[in-house]
Protein backbone atom coordinates (compact mmCIF):
# COMPACT_ATOMS: atom_id res chain seq x y z
CA UNK A 1 0.00 0.00 0.00
CA UNK A 2 1.49 3.61 -1.07
CA UNK A 3 2.64 5.17 2.23
CA UNK A 4 0.91 8.07 2.14
CA UNK A 5 -1.44 9.37 5.65
CA UNK A 6 -0.45 8.76 8.94
CA UNK A 7 -3.71 9.05 11.32
CA UNK A 8 -6.76 8.69 10.80
CA UNK A 9 -8.74 11.65 9.55
CA UNK A 10 -12.47 11.93 10.53
CA UNK A 11 -12.08 13.60 14.51
CA UNK A 12 -8.99 15.84 12.86
CA UNK A 13 -11.09 17.23 10.15
CA UNK A 14 -14.04 18.50 12.13
CA UNK A 15 -11.98 19.74 14.24
CA UNK A 16 -9.39 21.80 12.73
CA UNK A 17 -12.38 23.06 10.22
CA UNK A 18 -13.97 24.08 13.00
CA UNK A 19 -11.12 26.26 14.13
CA UNK A 20 -9.50 27.01 11.22
CA UNK A 21 -12.80 28.84 10.30
CA UNK A 22 -13.25 31.79 11.94
CA UNK A 23 -16.69 33.69 10.72
CA UNK A 24 -16.00 36.36 13.25
CA UNK A 25 -12.27 37.77 12.83
CA UNK A 26 -23.60 21.78 -13.47
CA UNK A 27 -20.70 19.89 -15.40
CA UNK A 28 -20.17 16.94 -14.16
CA UNK A 29 -17.04 15.37 -12.64
CA UNK A 30 -17.79 11.94 -10.79
CA UNK A 31 -14.88 10.09 -9.99
CA UNK A 32 -16.97 6.94 -8.51
CA UNK A 33 -15.78 3.34 -9.07
CA UNK A 34 -18.58 1.67 -7.20
CA UNK A 35 -17.39 -1.60 -8.74
CA UNK A 36 -13.76 -0.87 -6.62
CA UNK A 37 -13.49 -0.13 -3.49
CA UNK A 38 -10.78 3.09 -2.74
CA UNK A 39 -8.67 4.76 -0.08
CA UNK A 40 -7.15 7.92 1.95
CA UNK A 41 -5.89 8.67 5.23
CA UNK A 42 -5.28 10.88 7.81
CA UNK A 43 -4.22 15.15 7.78
CA UNK A 44 -1.00 16.20 9.13
CA UNK A 45 -1.40 18.46 12.54
CA UNK A 46 -0.28 21.71 12.47
CA UNK A 47 3.51 22.54 13.21
CA UNK A 48 4.25 23.41 16.85
CA UNK A 49 3.75 27.43 17.34
CA UNK A 50 1.97 27.93 13.89
CA UNK A 51 -1.97 29.32 13.66
CA UNK A 52 -4.37 25.93 12.65
CA UNK A 53 -3.38 24.61 9.85
CA UNK A 54 -6.18 23.10 7.65
CA UNK A 55 -6.07 19.58 7.59
CA UNK A 56 -4.66 17.80 4.41
CA UNK A 57 -2.57 21.14 3.12
CA UNK A 58 0.27 19.49 1.52
CA UNK A 59 3.27 19.20 3.61
CA UNK A 60 6.75 21.29 3.60
CA UNK A 61 7.44 24.43 1.91
CA UNK A 62 6.81 27.49 4.33
CA UNK A 63 3.37 27.83 6.13
CA UNK A 64 1.24 30.88 4.47
CA UNK A 65 -1.75 32.68 5.40
CA UNK A 66 -4.91 31.58 3.02
CA UNK A 67 -4.73 35.07 1.46
CA UNK A 68 -0.78 34.96 0.77
CA UNK A 69 -1.17 31.43 -0.63
CA UNK A 70 -4.01 32.92 -2.93
CA UNK A 71 -2.34 35.53 -4.17
CA UNK A 72 0.52 33.07 -5.27
CA UNK A 73 -2.09 30.92 -7.81
CA UNK A 74 -0.97 32.20 -11.39
CA UNK A 75 -3.18 34.75 -13.23
CA UNK A 76 -4.69 33.08 -16.55
CA UNK A 77 -7.73 32.69 -18.35
CA UNK A 78 -9.41 29.18 -18.89
CA UNK A 79 -9.19 27.14 -21.99
CA UNK A 80 -11.43 23.82 -22.16
CA UNK A 81 -10.13 22.86 -25.88
CA UNK A 82 -9.49 19.55 -26.56
CA UNK A 83 -10.74 18.33 -23.08
CA UNK A 84 -11.28 14.38 -22.56
CA UNK A 85 -11.56 12.97 -19.44
CA UNK A 86 -9.44 9.81 -20.37
CA UNK A 87 -6.47 12.29 -21.14
CA UNK A 88 -6.54 11.80 -17.55
CA UNK A 89 -5.44 7.72 -16.58
CA UNK A 90 -6.67 7.38 -13.03
CA UNK A 91 -7.36 5.24 -10.20
CA UNK A 92 -3.85 2.73 -11.10
CA UNK A 93 -2.35 0.38 -8.98
CA UNK A 94 1.10 2.51 -8.96
CA UNK A 95 2.98 0.35 -6.47
CA UNK A 96 1.80 -3.12 -7.12
CA UNK A 97 0.33 -3.98 -4.54
CA UNK A 98 -3.05 -4.89 -5.78
CA UNK A 99 -5.23 -2.12 -4.13
CA UNK A 100 -5.94 0.66 -7.09
CA UNK A 101 -5.35 4.58 -6.15
CA UNK A 102 -9.27 4.48 -5.12
CA UNK A 103 -8.76 1.76 -2.63
CA UNK A 104 -5.75 3.63 -1.19
CA UNK A 105 -7.73 6.61 -0.64
CA UNK A 106 -10.59 5.06 1.11
CA UNK A 107 -8.09 2.82 3.44
CA UNK A 108 -6.26 5.51 4.41
CA UNK A 109 -9.29 7.49 5.26
CA UNK A 110 -10.93 5.41 7.14
CA UNK A 111 -11.93 6.44 10.78
CA UNK A 112 -13.05 2.20 11.09
CA UNK A 113 -10.81 0.36 9.00
CA UNK A 114 -12.52 -1.99 6.56
CA UNK A 115 -11.44 -5.59 5.65
CA UNK A 116 -9.87 -5.86 3.09
CA UNK A 117 -10.10 -9.20 0.55
CA UNK A 118 -8.83 -10.65 -2.91
CA UNK A 119 -8.09 -8.13 -5.29
CA UNK A 120 -8.36 -5.03 -2.32
CA UNK A 121 -12.08 -5.60 -2.21
CA UNK A 122 -13.01 -3.13 0.79
CA UNK A 123 -15.89 -4.51 3.40
CA UNK A 124 -17.15 -2.73 6.45
CA UNK A 125 -15.59 0.32 8.04
CA UNK A 126 -16.73 3.44 8.20
CA UNK A 127 -15.15 6.70 6.53
CA UNK A 128 -16.81 10.59 7.57
CA UNK A 129 -17.42 12.40 4.47
CA UNK A 130 -15.89 16.20 5.61
CA UNK A 131 -17.57 18.25 2.70
CA UNK A 132 -21.23 17.21 4.39
CA UNK A 133 -20.08 15.57 8.03
CA UNK A 134 -21.64 12.64 6.80
CA UNK A 135 -20.69 9.03 8.47
CA UNK A 136 -20.77 6.61 5.62
CA UNK A 137 -20.12 2.70 6.30
CA UNK A 138 -20.15 1.38 2.59
CA UNK A 139 -17.26 2.00 0.26
CA UNK A 140 -19.78 2.09 -2.75
CA UNK A 141 -21.57 5.41 -1.38
CA UNK A 142 -18.34 7.17 -1.11
CA UNK A 143 -16.67 9.06 -4.78
CA UNK A 144 -12.88 9.73 -4.64
CA UNK A 145 -13.07 13.46 -5.65
CA UNK A 146 -10.22 15.32 -7.03
CA UNK A 147 -9.58 17.99 -5.10
CA UNK A 148 -8.65 20.13 -8.25
CA UNK A 149 -11.40 18.56 -10.78
CA UNK A 150 -9.46 16.94 -14.06
CA UNK A 151 -12.02 19.12 -16.34
CA UNK A 152 -10.53 22.14 -13.81
CA UNK A 153 -6.86 21.38 -14.34
CA UNK A 154 -7.17 20.62 -18.03
CA UNK A 155 -8.59 24.48 -18.27
CA UNK A 156 -5.46 25.87 -15.88
CA UNK A 157 -2.66 24.57 -17.20
CA UNK A 158 -3.05 20.98 -17.08
CA UNK A 159 -3.72 20.66 -21.21
CA UNK A 160 -0.22 21.49 -22.04
CA UNK A 161 1.34 18.66 -20.04
CA UNK A 162 2.08 15.04 -21.29
CA UNK A 163 0.02 11.83 -20.58
CA UNK A 164 2.82 10.91 -17.72
CA UNK A 165 2.00 13.85 -15.79
CA UNK A 166 -1.54 14.04 -16.43
CA UNK A 167 -1.86 10.59 -15.05
CA UNK A 168 0.29 10.76 -12.10
CA UNK A 169 -1.99 14.49 -10.79
CA UNK A 170 -4.90 12.35 -11.18
CA UNK A 171 -3.21 9.53 -8.60
CA UNK A 172 -1.59 11.96 -6.28
CA UNK A 173 -1.32 10.07 -3.52
CA UNK A 174 1.75 11.76 -1.93
CA UNK A 175 0.17 14.89 -1.38
CA UNK A 176 -2.46 14.94 1.55
CA UNK A 177 -5.84 16.26 -0.07
CA UNK A 178 -4.89 15.90 -3.23
CA UNK A 179 -8.07 13.18 -3.45
CA UNK A 180 -10.56 12.79 -0.70
CA UNK A 181 -12.95 10.45 0.25
CA UNK A 182 -16.61 11.93 0.08
CA UNK A 183 -20.23 11.32 -0.29
CA UNK A 184 -21.59 10.47 -4.05
CA UNK A 185 -24.47 13.33 -3.37
CA UNK A 186 -22.01 16.19 -2.99
CA UNK A 187 -18.72 15.17 -5.59
CA UNK A 188 -21.10 15.03 -8.04
CA UNK A 189 -22.88 18.37 -6.87
CA UNK A 190 -19.38 19.58 -6.79
CA UNK A 191 -18.80 18.41 -10.81
CA UNK A 192 -16.07 20.22 -11.93
CA UNK A 193 -17.29 23.59 -10.73
CA UNK A 194 -14.32 25.71 -9.30
CA UNK A 195 -15.13 27.86 -5.87
CA UNK A 196 -16.90 30.32 -7.18
CA UNK A 197 -19.79 28.18 -8.63
CA UNK A 198 -19.75 25.29 -5.60
CA UNK A 199 -18.80 24.84 -1.74
CA UNK A 200 -19.05 21.94 0.24
CA UNK A 201 -22.73 22.31 2.01
CA UNK A 202 -21.08 21.94 5.80
CA UNK A 203 -19.75 25.23 6.91
CA UNK A 204 -17.27 23.37 9.18
CA UNK A 205 -15.77 22.43 5.75
CA UNK A 206 -15.03 25.76 3.99
CA UNK A 207 -11.21 26.56 5.13
CA UNK A 208 -10.17 23.45 4.87
CA UNK A 209 -11.72 23.37 1.41
CA UNK A 210 -10.27 27.15 0.27
CA UNK A 211 -6.96 25.55 1.61
CA UNK A 212 -6.81 22.18 0.22
CA UNK A 213 -8.36 23.75 -3.10
CA UNK A 214 -5.15 26.43 -3.57
CA UNK A 215 -2.52 23.65 -1.56
CA UNK A 216 -3.28 21.62 -4.98
CA UNK A 217 -3.73 24.70 -7.32
CA UNK A 218 0.13 25.55 -5.79
CA UNK A 219 1.26 22.16 -5.61
CA UNK A 220 0.87 21.85 -9.68
CA UNK A 221 1.50 25.22 -10.77
CA UNK A 222 -2.23 25.71 -12.32
CA UNK A 223 -3.77 28.91 -12.96
CA UNK A 224 -6.69 30.78 -11.70
CA UNK A 225 -8.88 32.69 -13.90
CA UNK A 226 -10.53 36.20 -12.55
CA UNK A 227 -14.30 34.77 -11.21
CA UNK A 228 -11.72 32.10 -9.41
CA UNK A 229 -9.46 33.87 -7.56
CA UNK A 230 -12.30 36.97 -6.85
CA UNK A 231 -14.34 34.13 -5.41
CA UNK A 232 -11.54 32.99 -3.12
CA UNK A 233 -10.34 36.12 -1.98
CA UNK A 234 -14.08 36.16 -0.52
CA UNK A 235 -14.43 33.34 1.03
CA UNK A 236 -11.42 33.79 2.62
CA UNK A 237 -11.97 36.45 5.07
CA UNK A 238 -13.22 34.29 7.43
CA UNK A 239 -10.36 31.78 7.29
CA UNK A 240 -8.20 34.63 8.69
CA UNK A 241 -6.34 31.69 10.91
CA UNK A 242 -5.86 28.88 8.35
CA UNK A 243 -2.64 28.03 6.90
CA UNK A 244 -1.36 26.86 3.79
CA UNK A 245 1.57 24.37 3.35
CA UNK A 246 2.57 22.71 0.05
CA UNK A 247 5.49 21.04 -2.02
CA UNK A 248 5.16 21.72 -5.46
CA UNK A 249 5.00 18.14 -7.48
CA UNK A 250 8.00 17.16 -9.03
Given at each position: ??????????????????????????????????????????????????????????????????????????AADENRTGYKRDSFRHWVDEDSDGCSTRSEVLLAEATKKPEQG?????????????????????????????????????????????????????????????????????????ADKDPSEWMPPAESAKCTYLAD??????????????????????????????????????
Amino acid sequence: MTARRLAPIAAILVAASLAACNPSAAKTESDSKPSTPATSAGAPSAPTGSPSAAPGAPAGGSGLSLAEAIAKIPAADENRTGYKRDSFRHWVDEDSDGCSTRSEVLLAEATKKPEQGAKCVLTGGEWLSYYDEVTVTDAKKLDIDHMVPLAEAWDSGASAWDSDRRMRYANDLDAERSLVAVTAKTNRSKADKDPSEWMPPAESAKCTYLADWTATKLRWKLTADDKERTALEKLAGDCSDTVVKYEVAP
